[in-house]
């Protein structure tokens, strides 16, 4: 059995999982402190983690009706993220697994959503691309085994989730803003407004650009008509994030002979793009919505399949932030 933290971001999320994937608790508290700010303000999330950090494990050892003595192992997100959030995490899970006397699994956050598929039930075993989009991140990867994964494409600079967010925040829809928009848009017409589509590379995706174009829509919009066209803008610009998304999986599907595709992150939960991937892929696997979004689930079913196992002695080892390279 493992206990698994995460705290690369603004969740604080804790879980229990037994060795065969099954999840018997995992929790995550959501800091809804940074919303009033548009977005996630790094120095808050590492304070509310350091408040809640505690509470959530106890919650989810309990939730799990596990003790600490019967842990084999803990496992905890080491990076990429903000580093001031995974370090809370990570000092927190070394110094608990020193005092219990248990080994630690150091994990990458982006395993961590790879792996997500691989929990109980319906676990969905390789080969298979996996999209994760989310508020955080955008990438594609072509996994063929239960660790590691060849990155075929990420975003050249805002998230997928973040172009949502954005989006709904110029549309008046709060923050995070994603499902709202994703709710508007189906009482607009996606085909009302033309939105620049944008493939970089041979793989890769940038939503930067469309944000602007909303923005300069918005701009030329006579006096009054916003709420008139509110839903039609909300529906166009979902159908042009989901489109770039969807040709992106298209291409690799491809490229690669594997249809097979799974997906992952917050964005996951948007209805237009799990229908549009059902039509591309020979077979999809969504997991439920909590082990898509940040959790700490997903950590450990990366730390199950971690080939290198778990360390007995891990006091030297450091978190690492986003653009970092993991450490060796
Ligand atoms: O994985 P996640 O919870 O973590 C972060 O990266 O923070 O993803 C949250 C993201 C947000 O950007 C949110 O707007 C987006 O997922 N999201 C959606 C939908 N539900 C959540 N985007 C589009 N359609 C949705 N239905
Ligand atoms: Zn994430």
């Known amino acids: 059995m493992i206990l698994a933290i995460e705290t690369s971001c603004d969740d604080t999320c804790a879980a229990v999982v037994t060795s065969s994937g099954e999840v018997r608790s995992n929790l995550i508290a959501s800091q809804m402190d940074h919303d009033r700010f548009g977005g996630v303000v790094p120095e808050v999330a590492s304070r509310r983690h350091l408040e809640l950090l505690d509470d959530v494990v106890a919650a989810a050892l309990a939730d799990a009706g596990a003790s600490l003595d019967e ?27 020193a005092a219990a006397g248990k080994p630690l699994i150091p994990v990458d956050h982006l395993q961590g959503h790879v792996s997500a598929n691989f929990l109980e039930p319906e676990p969905f075993e390789p080969p298979f691309l996996c999209l994760v989009a989310s508020g955080g991140h955008t990438f594609l990867a072509k996994v063929t085994e239960r660790e590691g994964y060849e990155v075929l494409g990420s975003t050249v600079d805002d998230a997928a989730g973040e172009a949502f967010d954005k989006g709904a925040r110029l549309l008046g829809l709060g923050y995070p803003g994603g499902a709202a928009l994703d709710a508007l848009a189906k009482q607009g017409d996606s085909t009302a407004y033309d939105f620049p589509r944008s493939y970089p590379g041979e793989l890769d995706f940038s939503f930067s650009g469309i944000k602007t174009s909303l923005l300069y829509k918005l701009k030329a919009l006579p006096e009054g008509e916003f709420e008139d066209v509110k839903a039609d803008l909300a529906a166009s610009y979902q159908a042009a994030v989901v489109e770039m998304l969807v040709e992106r999986v298209k291409k690799a599907i491809a490229i690669t002979g594997v249809d097979r595709v799974a997906i992952g992150g917050g964005v996951a939960a948007n209805s237009q793009l799990r229908d549009q991937i059902r039509e591309a892929a020979g077979e999809v696997k969504v997991p439920p919505r909590e082990f898509c979004t940040d959790n700490a689930a997903m950590i450990a079913a990366a730390a199950l399949g971690s080939t290198t196992g778990p360390l007995d002695d891990f006091a030297a080892l450091d978190a690492y932030p986003s653009g970092q390279p993991a450490p060796a």
């Open 71 to 97: 842990l084999d192992a803990i496992a905890v997100t080491r990076g990429p993220g903000l580093i001031g959030a995974l370090l809370v995490g990570f000092s927190y899970a070394k110094s608990l697994a």
